[in-house]
């Protein structure tokens, strides 16, 4: 009854207002085009600009009109556009599809050339150094030499050289009249401005030369240069907004009403043609008030920010996003304009979906074995210290021996016995990489002369050297030519360098990965640390996470170090479980401390209380070598869940593994794993795109059979990578609990 009540209702009000405007003049509804002002369109009905006002209350005079905006116009039409008539105007149904299935092209042209010029290659010359001669980029070198995507630059190679017309030199972009002064708010992000001004990067790059394009960096109070917001000065505007609607077969007031929450009379008095044709009709394009969105302030605390990349369109991005297009448009009403390339949309700051937020710029998560270019040949330079010269190969038993007894032996013929296969793995999928190896034998003098005899700028990447002399020479070589250069073992030193990729995750990230994993998981338990004077720093940290925390003394003498299980005794609680953090890299502390706390884990069952009286586990935040010495009970450790921050985690028997041993007739030791892990990254990324700066800037974090690999850039100092596991000791095995 209430529904038939509700038709009633709607059909009374219908006729009414019919019966009350039958004889009301002939109204059009106008679809605003791109570059239409409100002169322009009065002039094609001959009627007066004020005319049209009267029944657009949500424009106003001096007001830019935006495009596939639907006005209601006054009288007949009698000036036809150039373009397709109006009866040939897409609905907003096709205007959708359109923007569905067409490809959207890059928002930054690239430009043309005036002509061309040849250039044979000289002996010696490198791509960098042709690039600088002619005041040319490497893409646009390779992009009319394609051979050169394939093979490295020879000698008498014949090229085909672009010329340009001269830039004009312009100090600002743009009218200054348009342009308005913008202070940078505490957690505002280029990102976040961007979609508030409803510009492009690349736009607000031009506005303001003096931010950097290296990093992504925008300090609070920084003033910017910015576009005025369209209608932002004139007086007395109103913001209520309209989205036009195609009605569809057998729509009727009721239905409008639940589904877009605007009442009958609202509907007809915004549409006059609907009074004028009887009722809405299939195909009708009318208006309907866009409900307004309280979005609060856009900063990284209430939203996430995405940059629209070229070729996208609706459907992809919904998918991805887990929402509907009208939920986007909602929070982005330039969408409505179209999806162009480089627009900053943003999102809900608890989104979701197939993607990676970092810094609350959202990345794509790009599938880099499906993103295969098998066009593109890498070429990477291994240096690695094999120290050929030391060994006599003739004699296997004292090889062994040396290989056992230097570490950087060890570290070399892992990783590059682990590369082997991930070349091999990379020539399977079709492929072909063209690769160097040298032996820098650990010296820099012989750095130095591989150095000079290769045309680093012809190479993708270098994978090495390992001591930090021949590595800082090698970044200082690679970087003339912007060649990146990764560093496959820790490597501390005073790099500045933005071309270093430091894979070995830092001590300060695995520390707080810890920390943050113990916070999230902490609850009601008692926490404790035992450190001794050379961690003092790590305690600190502890503490300032954790001001509650109990201290445990550490007695340290001279030949002697450990501490008093009774004050440790007191400190534990019997009600609740104990969580005891161990920093040290002494052995002897900390198999005591093992001991220790094992025995109070195994305190018999205690039948008044009906449980166990203490229950302790471990925590570190600095697995080091001390750790696993043969005088600490792994069976201890078991029992104590003892749990660390790791670079890596334990590998099962995979095609990895098994594609190894029956190169090597062996299992790879965590050398070999993080060899093969870290080259196939390298390889896949370059194979992606051949410059992995470039594909590190939206390329999130990337994970194989023992690492993973989340490259992040700090300034002028290279990238870092951010990504750790969380291992957990427990039933005598090694378990990755994050």
């Not at 998560?365 to 190969?393: A, E, G, Q, T």
């Not at 050398?671 to 870290?678: K, Q």
Request: aromatic fraction near 10%; hydrophobic fraction near 35%.
């Amino acid at each position: 009854m209430k529904y038939m009540f509700n038709q009633i209702y709607l059909i009374g009000s219908f006729c009414l207002l019919v019966s009350c405007t039958a004889m009301a003049q002939k109204f059009n509804t106008h679809q605003v085009k791109s570059g239409e002002t409100l002169e322009s369109i009065s002039k094609m009905y001959g009627v007066s600009p004020a005319s049209i006002l009267q029944y657009n209350k949500e424009i106003s005079e001096g007001q830019k009109l935006r495009s596939n905006t639907i006005l209601v116009v006054p009288g007949k039409k009698i000036v036809e556009q150039t373009s397709a008539p109006v009866s040939n105007t897409p609905t907003s149904s096709t205007v959708t599809s359109t923007v569905n299935t067409r490809v959207v092209q890059d928002s930054v042209k690239a430009r043309e050339p005036i002509g061309y010029t040849e250039h044979r290659v000289k002996k010696k010359e490198t791509i960098f150094g042709i690039t600088q001669m002619y005041n040319i980029t490497e893409d646009e070198l390779k992009k009319y030499n394609p051979k050169l995507y394939a093979s490295p630059l020879q000698k008498k190679m014949d090229l085909r050289i672009p010329k340009y017309r001269a830039p004009k030199v312009e100090e600002v972009v743009g009218n200054q009249d348009d342009l308005e002064k913008y202070i940078v708010a505490a957690k505002e992000t280029r990102w976040s401005i961007a979609h508030k001004y409803g510009i492009t990067i690349e736009r607000m790059l031009e506005l303001n030369p003096g931010l950097s394009t290296a990093n992504n960096y925008l300090s609070e109070g920084y003033e910017l240069l910015m576009p005025k917001i369209a209608g932002s000065t004139v007086k007395n505007q109103v913001t209520q907004l309209y989205t036009s609607y195609t009605v569809p077969a057998k729509m009727n007031f009721y239905r409008l009403e639940k589904e877009f929450g605007v009442k009958s009379d609202e509907i007809v008095r915004l549409n006059p043609e609907i009074t004028e044709r009887g009722g809405l009709k299939e195909g009708m394009i009318i208006r309907i008030p866009e409900q307004k969105v309280e979005t609060g302030e856009i900063n990284t605390d209430n939203y996430i920010f995405y940059e629209v990349k070229p070729k996208q369109n609706e459907f992809r991005l919904t998918r991805k996003f887990g929402m509907t297009w009208a939920e986007l448009v909602a929070l982005n009403p330039d969408l409505k304009d179209g999806l162009k390339a480089g627009m900053v949309l943003k999102l809900p700051k608890d989104n979701v979906g197939d993607f990676e937020v970092r810094n609350a710029l959202v990345l794509d998560k790009v599938n880099l074995l499906d993103s295969i270019n098998v066009s593109v040949r890498p070429k990477v330079l291994f240096l690695l210290p094999f120290r050929l010269d030391k060994l006599d190969l003739s004699n296997k038993e004292e090889t062994e021996k040396i290989i056992d007894n230097r570490n950087s032996l060890k570290y070399s013929l892992g990783l590059y016995s682990g590369a082997l296969v991930a070349i091999d793995s990379m020539k399977s999928l079709g492929v072909s990489i063209d690769v160097k190896t040298f032996d820098n034998q650990l010296d820099l003098a012989k750095t130095k002369e591989i150095l000079q005899g290769e045309q680093l700028g012809s190479y993708s990447a270098v994978f090495g050297p390992l001591d930090i002399p021949s590595l800082k020479e090698t970044a200082v070589q690679a970087s003339k030519f912007n060649v990146p250069v990764v560093a496959p073992v820790p490597a501390k030193s005073d790099l500045s360098l933005d071309n270093v990729f430091f894979s070995y995750t830092d001590e300060e990230v695995l520390w707080k990965h810890m920390l943050d994993y113990v916070e999230a998981n902490h609850k009601d338990e008692t926490l404790l640390i035992i450190a001794d004077e050379d961690n003092k720093k790590e305690k600190e940290a502890i503490i300032k996470r954790f001001p509650t925390a109990k201290v445990v003394v550490v007695k340290e003498e001279e030949k002697n170090i450990g501490i008093n299980r009774d004050k440790l005794q007191t400190l534990l609680s019997d009600d609740v479980s104990n969580w005891v953090f161990v920093e040290s890299d002494n052995y002897k502390l900390i198999a005591s401390v093992v001991s220790i706390l094992n025995s109070f884990n195994n305190t018999a069952f205690d039948p008044v209380l009906g449980k166990d009286k203490v229950n302790v586990r471990m925590f570190t935040t600095d697995m080091n070598s001390a750790f696993e010495n043969d005088v600490i009970s792994n069976t201890h450790l078991s029992n104590l869940k003892f749990t660390y921050p790791s670079v890596n985690r334990q590998v099962k028997n995979n095609s990895f593994v098994e594609r190894y041993r029956k190169r090597f007739g062996d299992d790879p030791d965590k050398y070999a794993v993080r060899g093969f892990d870290l080259t196939y990254d390298l390889l896949l990324k370059l194979a992606y795109n051949n410059s992995l700066i470039d594909v590190s800037r939206f390329i999130g974090e990337t994970q194989y059979n023992g690492n993973k690999f989340n490259y992040q850039r700090k300034g002028v100092a290279g990238y870092y990578n951010q990504s750790s596991y969380i291992m957990m000791m427990d039933d005598l095995r090694i378990k990755t609990i994050e």
